[in-house]
């Protein structure tokens, strides 16, 4: 599985305005229920913040990989956002994270839901990636360097 094959240039967020969690992921599933990829954008929020009871999704380094799953979807699908002046989203550093991937599932998928997490992760985990991300000029400069990296793993 590929990156791309759930997230598309549209669905990219180039600077998050939110200062907090519920808005980054207000923000982040708001493009995918304007392209109708999800449906209400509050029942999207509700299962995301029921996963983030469970432990934040901010990883450390900068990074979070908020992730829920939701009846009635038929597909893997996924934001990017990038927050340039940080977000507080209770991160397991403390630290203000700047990188965002949203996923969210089928309820009966945990095969796929598993793949693109690690994926996103293994791609995370390299500090050029994230420069990279946070370097870009515009939405169109960060699906690129998404879609060079991932091409390469």
């Known amino acids: 599985m590929k990156i791309t094959d759930i997230l598309d240039e549209a669905s990219v967020v180039q600077d998050l305005r939110s200062a907090n969690k519920k808005g980054v992921l207000e923000e982040l599933s708001n493009v995918l229920v304007q392209k ?24 450390g ?49 945990a095969g796929v839901h598993l793949k693109a997490l690690a994926r996103i992760s293994h791609l995370l985990k390299d500090p050029g990636f994230r420069n990279r991300l946070m370097e870009a000029r515009d939405r169109q400069g960060l699906f690129r360097i998404i879609v060079e990296a991932d091409q390469k793993f």
């Not at 109708?36 to 990883?59: A, H, W």
């Not at 990038?82 to 599932?105: M, Q, Y």
């Open 36 to 59: 109708g990829r999800l449906p209400e954008q509050d029942r999207v929020v509700e299962v995301l913040l029921e996963r983030e009871k469970l432990g934040s999704t901010g990883i």
């Open 61 to 109: 380094d900068g990074i979070a990989i908020p992730h829920g799953k939701m009846k009635g979807i038929k597909e893997l699908v996924a934001s990017f956002g990038r927050s340039i002046k940080g977000v507080n989203f209770e991160s397991v550093d403390n630290k203000p994270t700047h990188l965002f991937f949203l996923l969210v599932a089928p309820e009966n998928s």
